[in-house]
């Protein structure tokens, strides 16, 4: 189990390779356009055999943190999507995209950043599991509120996309933890490396579709990008310390919400905008992944030199 355990902390090198493969050769990932939901599906039952019923217990004792980082969730990344889309005088499709972004709840892969970071790990799984919860309500809701300003939103037609996409595979993965109790524990670690590479396979397949347009907006749609997941990790940061977090639970909702399901909103992309406005949401998946890695070994570097400090005191 311990090469699904390392495959999966890989995702991003598997994400550039599926990106590559999909701008060089666009055929051979195209072909699976038809099943792209059904990928994103399986990604999601996965996480839900992965989550144990004990990782809710936060939600439940400190319901008043988890909605706090809720609200700075929902709130900072998508107004970031809007006013970045301005700024940049996006067209409506790139614009729907980045605002499509911030409007997804946030990623799994935050939960292994934060540890990595040295953060609170048990904050995070309770601020993404809530986040992807509230997901069918708030991701259309958000991105009509901000989308609808440039092109028309289907919210009840997301809405129903989340339910079918996101919480019924989540209820069905939580069915298979149930069923095979502790025997599922021998082979977990297969599923979040099978989430790796159904995400890996979704951004190389958007990629794919606007290959013969993505040089004439990579540059764009790049600077939208780093933008919104630097003002995400720095104004996440900045909430939990208007909050008064300890800085552990600082670095989570930094995380948190510098992080974004941006497998989710690719998809909904495809199904309700077009392939265009998945760009972002490919390109985001990626590179939030790199930046908060960088940072966690930022933060565990620092906390090697405080560490160094106090001993020698």
Not at 38 to 58: C, H, Q, R, S, Y
Not at 248 to 272: D, F, P, Y
């Amino acid at each position: 189990m311990f090469v699904f355990k390392i495959f999966s902390r890989l995702m991003v090198l598997w994400v550039i390779l599926a990106g590559v493969i999909g701008y060089f050769y666009p055929p051979a990932l195209t072909i699976f356009k038809p099943y792209k939901d059904w990928f994103f599906m399986f990604t999601m039952a996965g996480i839900g055999v992965v989550l144990n019923i004990e990782d809710f217990i936060p939600i439940v004792k400190r319901p008043y943190w988890v909605l706090l980082g809720t609200i700075a969730q929902f709130a900072i990344m998508p107004l970031l999507g809007f006013l970045i889309a301005k700024g940049l005088q996006l067209p409506p499709n790139l614009a729907i995209g980045v605002i499509l972004v911030g409007s997804t709840p946030g990623a799994m892969a935050s939960n292994v950043i934060s540890y990595m970071a040295g953060a609170d790990v048990a904050y995070s799984i309770a601020l993404t599991s809530t986040s992807t919860l509230l997901s069918p309500l708030l991701t259309p809701l958000c991105t009509y509120i901000f989308g609808s300003v440039y092109i028309s939103v289907p919210f009840w037609d997301m809405f129903m996309s989340i339910i079918k996409m996101v919480i019924l595979p989540l209820m069905v993965g939580f069915g298979i933890r149930y069923l095979l109790k502790e025997r599922i524990n021998r082979i977990v670690d297969i599923f979040p490396a099978i989430s790796s590479l159904c995400i890996a396979f979704i951004c190389g397949l958007v990629v794919a579709l606007n290959a013969d347009t993505f040089k004439e907006v990579s540059l764009l749609i790049f600077s939208a990008v780093v933008l919104h997941n630097f003002f995400g990790l720095v104004l996440g940061y900045g909430a939990g310390v208007l909050y008064r977090f300890d800085e552990k639970r600082r670095r989570t909702l930094s995380i948190e919400v510098g992080m974004q399901n941006a497998g989710l909103g690719a998809i909904l992309a495809l199904n309700h905008f077009s392939t265009e406005s998945a760009l972002p949401n490919a390109l985001f998946a990626t590179w939030c992944i790199i930046t908060a890695s960088i940072l966690a070994e930022l933060w565990q570097w620092k906390n090697r030199k405080r560490q160094q400090i106090n001993n020698e005191s």
